[in-house]
Structures are given as structure tokens and as C-alpha cells.
């Protein structure tokens, strides 16, 4: 499981109430004719089967069974009870989905990037002091033991929520002696790995990146490449650790 300290974490909100995101599913306005539900807006959150809904004019016991146009976002889906509900209702889905959503508008960074220690203070970006930083790295006496004194470390991977539509995302770690480290930089990546769409639509999929700490600059974080076409669902939580055990 991810640590509880929610600095180590790259992907995900990285607040006091918890650093894995727990996102309220709310449509903005529906309808339900017989079976079928017409998500028109959506406000929050994404929806898929298994959940169930409630709002008002909806039955009991109502939820999911299958999707039709849509698949996390606006469209059709169908449910197990039928039911007529008036235009412009306003319809949530339980349970909340959980991480953060990625890769809906197509390649991107991950949310947060975390600093390894002075000499930076930790204010401003995520600070894990358990890491001997840049700095550190150039002192004639040894840095501290890495984690657990040669502990593995590497980037986790939490698939939240499945993910649909793409072929693929290649996660490529990527550090820097300044903020905003690119993958496409100097010595970038340090570390890589694809998923396929088969292995990204499995929820409570846990993945792992092997990660050289020698090649570990001030800053990290890591760059999403999406192939084929963009997810309009799929939710994930990654964050910077030792190895624990039943990752993939």
C-alpha cells in the first residue's frame, strides 16, 4: 500500500485530508427513459458500471449494468431499473472515484514533483529528506543510507480507475537540477516503462518502476506518452518509495 506520507507522492493532491484524490461523480443534468440514462453534463467525477445512482425520481437500488455512448463522461448508460426521469435532473454515482484522472486531453506530467531536500525547503514542492538531495551528493563525507540502507526504490503505479480507448502509456521518469524536469532533456529518462490499455484497465492494478538513485537530481517527477486515442476514463495515484512487495 502507499505510504501515508503524502509527500512521496507524484500523482495525486498531496493535502491533509489524504493524498490519494476521492472525487464526488455528479452529473449536472439528465434523464432516465425506461433503462437508459442520458448523462447531458457532467460536473465532477466519471462514471461506469457498478455504481449506483440516485437523484430524484430515480428508484431505489438503481446502478449501472453497462455502458452505452458513454464511457466516464456524457452519453448513454444503461441501468438496472427502469424509471422516467424528467430532463435536467441532477444525478450522483457512488462510490466517489478515487485517484486522479490522466491522459484525458492526451500526453502529459504528473500532477506534483517532489524535491529531494536542501537546498530547497519543501514549501513550495514536495520534500522527501529520507533522499540524499543534489546537494548532498557532492559532499566528501558520505549522504545518508538511501530509504532503508539499499533498500529498491523506484516510481508506484495505482490504477484507481480503468482506464479505455488508448493503446498505451509509456511513464518516463525524468529529473532535473532545477524545477520542471522534462523527459526529453539531458540524461532524461532515468527510468521507463509502457502499460497497455489492458494492463491500465485493471483497477487496484499496482505497477513499478525501478529507480537508480545515483541518476536522482534535485527534482523528479515523471511524463505520461499517450498512444492511440485519449481515455475519457481511468484514474491513478503514483508515488516515489521503496519496494514493498506485489507490485508488477
Not at 428508484?59 to 438496472?80: E, M, W
Not at 558520505?142 to 488508448?166: C, K, M, R, S, Y
Not at 516503462?193 to 534535485?218: D, F, K, M, N, W
Request: charged letters at 5%; glycine letters at 14%; one cysteine or more.
Amino acid at each position: 500500500m502507499p505510504q501515508t506520507d503524502a509527500l512521496l507522492y507524484v500523482h495525486g493532491t498531496g493535502t491533509s485530508t489524504g493524498p490519494i484524490t476521492s472525487t464526488a461523480n455528479v452529473v449536472g443534468s439528465g434523464s432516465q427513459t425506461g433503462t437508459i440514462l442520458t448523462v447531458t453534463t457532467v460536473t465532477s467525477g466519471q462514471f461506469g458500471v457498478g455504481q449506483v445512482v440516485s437523484g430524484t425520481g430515480v428508484l431505489a437500488n438503481t446502478y449501472i449494468t453497462a455502458n452505452g455512448t458513454g464511457t466516464g463522461n456524457i452519453g448513454t448508460y444503461t441501468v438496472s431499473t427502469s424509471s422516467t426521469v424528467s430532463p435536467a435532473t441532477v444525478f450522483t454515482m457512488s462510490p466517489n472515484t478515487l485517484g486522479d484522472s490522466f491522459g484525458t486531453a492526451g500526453s502529459q506530467y504528473s500532477n506534483l514533483e517532489i524535491a529531494f531536500g536542501a537546498p530547497h525547503s519543501g514549501l513550495t514542492y514536495p520534500y522527501l529528506p529520507a533522499f540524499p538531495s543534489l546537494t548532498e551528493k557532492t559532499y566528501t563525507f558520505p549522504p545518508e543510507v538511501v530509504g532503508q540502507g539499499g533498500t529498491d526504490w523506484g516510481l508506484h503505479l495505482l490504477i484507481e480507475g480503468a482506464f479505455n480507448n488508448l493503446t498505451s502509456i509509456n511513464f518516463e521518469v525524468c529529473t532535473s537540477a532545477t524545477t520542471a524536469a522534462t523527459y526529453n532533456s539531458s540524461g532524461n529518462p532515468i527510468a521507463a516503462r509502457t502499460l497497455s490499455l489492458a494492463q491500465l484497465g485493471v483497477a487496484g492494478a499496482h505497477y513499478y518502476i525501478p529507480i537508480s538513485g545515483a541518476a536522482v537530481l534535485e527534482f523528479l517527477r515523471f511524463y505520461g506518452a499517450v498512444t492511440g486515442t485519449n481515455p475519457t476514463s481511468g484514474t491513478l495515484a503514483a508515488w516515489f518509495g521503496p519496494r514493498v512487495g506485489g507490485e508488477q
